[in-house]
């Protein structure tokens, strides 16, 4: 049964999806088809609206607590006020207005909350500005690439209602822990500290007030941050998924040059896409990462005072949220990239297949059951066991050519150019590890 689409202006989209396994196909049951598809694939879901039980709910939700709605002009006007006053206002009023008595002067936390204080914004305003631009070119769905999903199998759409899931997941682990440390952090500090604002006298409700304002910033400021991390995680999972649904091709008993070439040809479209709309984000956060802990580094070493959770606890907790948020972006990168590249020794193997069953020789024609429990969706193989038929082999020059073709198109994520595989990952720890060496050089030289 072949795929029927009925689209119109002002109806939605009427999709049925099919799943076929191999050489064989199986009718859906339609009579408990919308108890068995995920709603994200209903057709009913089709577009772009937010409804109670819809699986992007949860961005849509977190993208207006966080007051980055900006579908309408009252939405612009409330998240840029807001970004303006918690990533900008709150900090100044707080490294400005806390004093400390001179009893704590010896532990005095200034210089650190100050340091934490700057790349928090830094990063905000970096991921803020990301994100205004994303939603005022495209929506959520066309971000996360969901327009063109019906096109894909069934695995990868259900695969991807997973991964949706998955991704407040990373974002819960990174922020929940850093958020009571943070608040445990604050409340040292405002029970000790004293808020000094000009004809205004100190009192418990005052501080209480900035405290409030002050972990409300650091919430928003962090958010952000992440979320944009965790889209570009997201939108990295969803091309891995592909390159699986691309695999199960080349495993198919109709494998087809023209297919595969189509299929590749989409997904090396969406990585380039994805490249380009998250490369200014990639690259402003190494730099600000990088000043930030090489800075932190240099002031902790040249400091005489004694270094403890009360002058310090604010510094340790910017530098875990800044790491936990640039790994995850890399480690998806890197993961795609591994997996794009990875495509020309599947292609190959099937090439040398696939040739080997049109000679007659039996060597390829079976399918090793015993491989089947190294076949885990999680492994970064990418080893496949083919199902040939050599009656309807493919030709030999077309075979090559697509396998020419995958050889000089196996990049994944890029920057300007330069493609995020382990090589440059290595290089960029080199790098970072050389300026950490030479801080240190400079520091015990004038010592």
Known sequence: ???????????????????????????????????????????????????????????????????????????????YFTFIFFAILVPLIACFSVKFPASAIVDDPISFNKLAQLPESGLALIAFFTLSGFFSRYGLRQLLFLEGLKDDSSEVQRGYTRELDKAFRYLACILLPSFFVELAHKIIVFTTAKISFPYVSSSVTLNAIVFVLVLASWVYRTGVFLLVCVLFRLTCELQILRFEGLHKIFEGCDSDCDAIFKEHGRIKKQLWVTSHRYRFFIIACVVTITVSQLGALLLALKSKTEKTFFNSGALVVCSAVQLSGFLLCLHGAARITHRAQGIVSVATRWHMGVTCASSGSDQWKGHSPEADKYNDSDSESSDIFLTISPHEPSLFQTRQALVTYLEHNNGGITLYGFTIDRGLLHTLFAFEFSLVLWILSKVISFS
């Open 1 to 79: 049964m072949n795929p029927s689409t009925t689209t119109s202006p002002d109806a939605n989209i009427d999709v049925n999806f099919e799943f076929t396994s191999g050489c064989h196909s199986d009718e859906p049951n339609h009579s408990n088809y919308n108890t068995t598809v995920p709603l994200l694939l209903q057709p009913s879901y089709a577009r772009s609206k937010s409804l109670i039980s819809d699986e992007l709910r949860n961005f849509r939700m977190s993208l207006k607590w966080s007051a980055l709605d900006h579908s309408s002009c009252f939405g612009k006007f409330i998240s």
